[in-house]
């Protein structure tokens, strides 16, 4: 993939170090972003490939404990299955008429005992 100038548009640019692009017709410089895979989150480690913390501390250099902090902190913000139910109930409107013992449904009303 060829890229271009952010500023301008020209593809024709010059290679300003490692990940810095310089264009000549407009004159600036910008940084492109860094080529290869995304690294993997730990939380997907060990959620997914069931890696110990173990095992993904000798992979990333970090002890367990580290990894378990890692983790315990990646997870934080998913929802848990009680907090997406609460999503998607569907609350019963508030009639002054609805109690307890009585509802109303397309116009009958019903007595529970």
Request: proline share 7%.
């Amino acid at each position: 993939m060829k890229l271009g100038c952010k500023y301008c548009g020209q593809n024709q640019l010059v290679r300003w170090g490692d990940r810095r692009r310089y264009c000549p017709s407009c004159g600036k410089t910008f940084s492109v972003p860094k080529a290869g895979r995304k690294p993997t989150h730990n939380r997907d480690m060990y959620l997914l490939d069931r890696s110990t913390y173990r095992r993904i501390g000798s992979k990333k250099k970090y002890s367990a404990a580290g990894i378990l902090y890692q983790v315990q902190k990646e997870t934080a913000p998913i929802p848990t299955p009680a907090d997406w139910l609460k999503k998607i109930v569907i609350a019963l409107p508030a009639y002054s008429s609805l109690t307890p013992s009585t509802f109303r449904l397309r116009g009958k009303t019903f007595v529970n005992i």
